[in-house]
């Protein structure tokens, strides 16, 4: 079967920016952690999936439709623009989109939308034909998990492929119901504020329970243990709103047809690709 490799290239680019060991600068003194952390991880996700087909989305500057939802939305991200320039993970993009034309994988920047419905744009629309792999740390994505589909979240030789039984394991939960779960629990990364004092084990119970979110709503007088039950009454309409921030579909326009996607591992090693853009 055809496997697709979907990389959220924004969240590798500030996992390793700011997870690699030290800041590292080539012989000219320019930095070069970054993109030596993205390109070495992505060779060894390309080797840990085998993928017929690769793209790397990365979020560009664009109108994002869920700030008018929740002003809160990402509210409590950094200002990049205050940072001086060669402080932020964006000052070696060039370079890593140097090294993906050279890898001839093919990447972008969301311009409409945001990166997470892109992904599952993909992973909705060809997950019944090929496997679909994507590689992220974003939670969201648990959502898309399915026969074919699953999450790659990248840690070296602690690297952890995230199927159903992941999640069953991990949540006590189906992957169709995380969007109603995260809601409920909130999500600390995107400044989505969930129920007060519902925390996972709680917020499993209860979609187990009640089947999801709006099953859950529509019955709310019987849940058991009074306090539960006030916290769900007075979060009602910021849960509702939670799970459209939250929620993936296959509405975004996809950048790249199938085709398009075609890819082939050289077997190139990170040294080489560094060497090939001018940064050894």
Do not use: W
């Not at 030290?22 to 993928?51: C, D, Q, S, W, Y």
């Not at 995230?162 to 779960?181: H, N, S, V, W």
């Not at 209860?206 to 089947?211: P, V, Y």
């Not at 769900?232 to 849960?239: G, M, P, T």
Request: glycine share 8%.
């Amino acid at each position: 079967m055809q496997k697709l490799l979907v990389v959220d290239g924004s969240n590798l680019l500030f996992q390793m920016f700011y997870g690699m060991p030290a800041r590292i600068v080539n012989k000219e003194g320019k930095l070069i952690h970054g993109t030596l952390g993205f390109v070495g991880a992505l060779l060894k996700m390309v080797r840990m999936t085998t993928p017929t087909h690769a793209v790397v989305l990365f979020d560009g500057e664009s109108f994002n439709e869920r700030v008018e939802i929740d002003a809160d939305y990402k509210a409590n991200r950094p200002d990049y623009s205050e940072m001086p320039e060669e402080e932020t993970p964006f000052s070696q993009l060039p370079d890593i989109y140097a090294a993906l034309d050279f890898l001839k994988i093919a990447h972008t920047e969301t311009t409409v939308c945001e990166t997470d419905d892109v992904v599952a744009s993909y992973a909705i629309r060809y997950g019944k034909e090929m496997e679909i792999v994507i590689a992220s740390f974003d939670s969201d994505f648990f959502q898309l998990i399915g026969e074919n589909v699953k999450v790659l979240r990248y840690r070296g030789d602690k690297t952890q492929i995230c199927d159903r039984e992941y999640l069953q394991e991990k949540f006590g939960i189906e992957p169709c119901c995380y969007a109603d779960f995260k809601s409920l629990t909130g999500d600390n990364a995107d400044n989505v504020k969930g129920a007060y004092k519902i925390g996972p084990k709680t917020a499993a119970k209860l979609i187990n329970e009640f089947g999801s979110l709006q099953g859950l709503l529509e019955n709310a007088e019987k849940i058991k243990g009074e306090s539960v039950k006030n916290s769900i009454l007075e979060a009602k309409e910021r849960l509702l709103k939670n799970c459209l921030l939250i929620t993936l579909n296959d509405r975004a326009e996809l950048p790249f047809t199938l085709e398009e996607l075609s890819f082939a591992d050289s077997g190139v090693k990170t040294g080489e690709v560094l060497q090939a853009i001018g940064l050894r």
